[in-house]
Every structure is written in C-alpha cells, then in structure tokens.
C-alpha cells in the first residue's frame, strides 16, 4: 500500500525515478489507517482529479467561478445547481489505453472530478451562465442587488 495512490494502475515510470515508485506506508494494517489508498475505488477516482483548479472571486455583480479543465470538451463537464443552494462542477478525463503500449512517464491526472460549493443566499440561481475558452470553465452566477436599509430621522422633541 502507497501513501501516493497510484491512480493509473501500474503504469509506472522506471525504478530509477523514485517519484514513480511506490512508498512504503508505515500504517498499513492499522484500523485508524487512512490513507487515499483505502478508500473505496470510487473515492479514489474522485480523488484522482479532484483537485481540478478553481478561483471563485466576487464582484459587485456576480460570484465567477474558473475551472482549469484542460483537455476537456464541454460535453464532458457538467454545471448544476442542487438544492437550490449549492453549486456543483463534475466531469471525467479519460485516456485511452493500449494493451501494448510501455509508458514511461505519467504526470497528467486522468478520472473524475466533482467540487460542490455552498453558494450565499443572494446568489440569483435561476440565472446561472457557463462558458468554456481554452480549457477554462468559467461559470457566472449573478447576485440580488442588496437594498440600502433606508434610514429616516427622527425628531427628538423636549
């Protein structure tokens, strides 16, 4: 067992190149043992690319989300908005893989990703837009104006 998955089953570089070899995990076997390696296979794929980059900055108008998706084609990205609440980008790189082919070096992550965030009460759901330019997914999720709080004086009498 590894403390660096390997995510692309055994395809590794060559014994040479100690990033490419397996570590030994000195906690294997224990039952408090939690290492990436131990999760269930599905965890593991989510894992695999789930540190897709994304910024989220806020404007005035709008809360902007860019996914670094390189590679990918948007019909292999998904957008949704579940709960009303919560904003959720998934998707899946796939490499294709020969029987005879002898890789040498693997440093591209391949598998599913999926990030959720928790979006603020004024984020305007019903009107989400996405887009993708050069592998960067950007998502635009317009906001409510907020209305000033009207402030009215009162006299003081006496």
Known sequence: MSLIPSFFGNRRSNVFDPISLDIWDPFEGFPFATS????????????AIASARIDWKETPEAHVFKV?????????VKVEVEDGTILQISGERKEQEEKNDKWHRVERSSGKFLRRFRLPENAKLDQVKAAMENGVLTVTVPKEEVKKAEVKAIDISG
């Open 36 to 47: 990436v390696a131990n999760l269930p296979s599905s965890a593991r794929e989510t894992t």
């Open 68 to 76: 670094d998706v390189p590679g990918l084609k948007k019909e292999e």
